[in-house]
Nanobody, 119 residues
Framework: QVQLVESGGGLVQAGGSLRLSCAASGRTSSINRVGWFRQAPGKEREFVASMYWSGSSTRYADSVKGRFTISRDNAKNTVYLQMNSLKPEDTALYYC????????????WGQGTQVTVSS
C-alpha cells in the first residue's frame, strides 16, 4: 500500500504563493500517476493538476494554468504543487492522490491540507 501525507497549506493573501507537499511512502513502485485535487465548501471535488510518477506528462485545470506547477523530488518521494498568484476562489481543501498501474481511477488519497486565500 501507499500512504500519502500532505502539508504546506495555510492562510495567504490574494496574489501570494504557497507550496504544497505530498510525501509518499510504502509501495511507491506501484504508483503510476499522481495528482492534486481540491474541494471548496459546498462544491464537488475538482481536478487541479497531475503528472506521471516519472515526472512527465503534466496536466492542469484551465483555472490554474500558468499559476500552479506540479513537480516531484525523486529522492524524497515527494510531489509538490507550487501555487502562485493565488485568488480567493482557490480557497479549498487540497488533496494529493495517486493512481496505481493498470487502474484508471485515483485509488489512494491523502487527508488533505487547507488553503485559504483572503481578498
Amino acid at each position: 500500500q501507499v500512504q500519502l501525507v500532505e502539508s504546506g497549506g495555510g492562510l495567504v493573501q490574494a496574489g501570494g504563493s504557497l507550496r504544497l507537499s505530498c510525501a509518499a511512502s510504502g509501495r511507491t513502485s506501484s504508483i503510476n500517476r499522481v495528482g492534486w485535487f481540491r474541494q471548496a465548501p459546498g462544491k464537488e471535488r475538482e481536478f487541479v493538476a497531475s503528472m506521471y510518477w516519472s515526472g512527465s506528462s503534466t496536466r492542469y485545470a484551465d483555472s490554474v494554468k500558468g499559476r500552479f506547477t506540479i513537480s516531484r523530488d525523486n529522492a524524497k518521494n515527494t510531489v509538490y504543487l507550487q501555487m502562485n498568484s493565488l485568488k480567493p476562489e482557490d480557497t479549498a481543501l487540497y488533496y494529493c492522490a495517486m493512481r496505481t498501474v493498470l487502474t484508471t481511477t485515483y485509488n489512494g488519497w491523502g487527508q488533505g491540507t487547507q488553503v485559504t486565500v483572503s481578498s
